[in-house]
């Protein structure tokens, strides 16, 4: 059974169960999870790095995992075998934290399975198609890097990830198409909402700098109270 066939008639949520049930009271690295899945390839493992962030940002592994998805990314997008640095790959995590990844990822990994299947063919299967899954999930993984304090900058790019990796996985051309829309609107929605943070502080400052002048000054605070 292939990769691809796997993922409809073996659910990717009773996997992730199966998996949780086998590392349950256990502080997991990333090596012990690609290892327990051995056989579903690196599609799967994009899943499990990303699930966790659809919904709850979970402090600390952004940073980490944004990395290792680029670099599987990239490594897609140049045509090599995916591989990640030794460092990633063992890096430890609590045993709480990694309860509470595998839960998080279940959860989302079952309302996916409700509408994906094999569909535009196309979109995935075309030349340099893989390759530019690749770029698109590069894409997606910078943004997840970026330790921002704004609401969704993490669940966004986690979402591109996701869409991009599953329809790698199931060939659900749809899925791609709506995972590269969602990782081009990761980086719009950084700029807007840098753009909005930036304006505001400005007005702040501006707003601040003439409510001191006008303290300072007696003749403009005298003049300011003639034509109030």
Not at 121 to 143: N, W
Not at 160 to 178: T, Y
């Amino acid at each position: 059974m292939t990769t691809e066939q796997s993922f409809s008639q073996s659910h990717l949520s009773s996997d992730l169960e199966t998996l949780h049930a086998r590392m349950k009271d256990k502080a997991l690295t990333l090596a012990e999870v690609k290892q327990a899945l051995k056989g579903r390839g690196s599609a799967m493992l994009l899943i499990l790095l990303a699930l966790p962030f659809c919904f709850v940002a979970i402090p600390g592994l952004s940073m980490p995992f944004g990395i290792a998805i680029c670099l599987i990314g990239v490594c897609l997008a140049i045509g090599r075998e995916p591989w990640l640095p030794r460092f990633i790959m063992h890096r430890r995590l609590s045993t709480a934290r990694s309860a509470q990844l595998l839960t998080a990822a279940i959860k989302v990994a079952r309302q996916l399975e409700k509408f994906v299947r094999p569909r535009l063919a196309y979109l995935h299967a075309g030349p340099g198609m893989l390759r530019l899954i690749g770029l698109g999930i590069v894409i997606a993984g910078l943004g997840l890097m970026l330790p921002l304090p704004i609401p969704f900058s993490n669940s966004i790019p986690a979402w591109a990830v996701v869409l991009l990796a599953i329809g790698m996985m199931e060939k659900d051309g749809l899925c791609v198409l709506l995972g590269h829309l969602t990782a081009m609107g990761t980086w719009v929605f950084i700029g807007l909402t840098s753009a909005f943070a930036v304006g505001g502080f400005q007005r702040l400052l501006d707003s601040l700098s003439a409510k001191r002048m006008l303290s300072g000054n007696p003749w403009l605070r005298n003049a300011d109270r003639r034509f109030t």
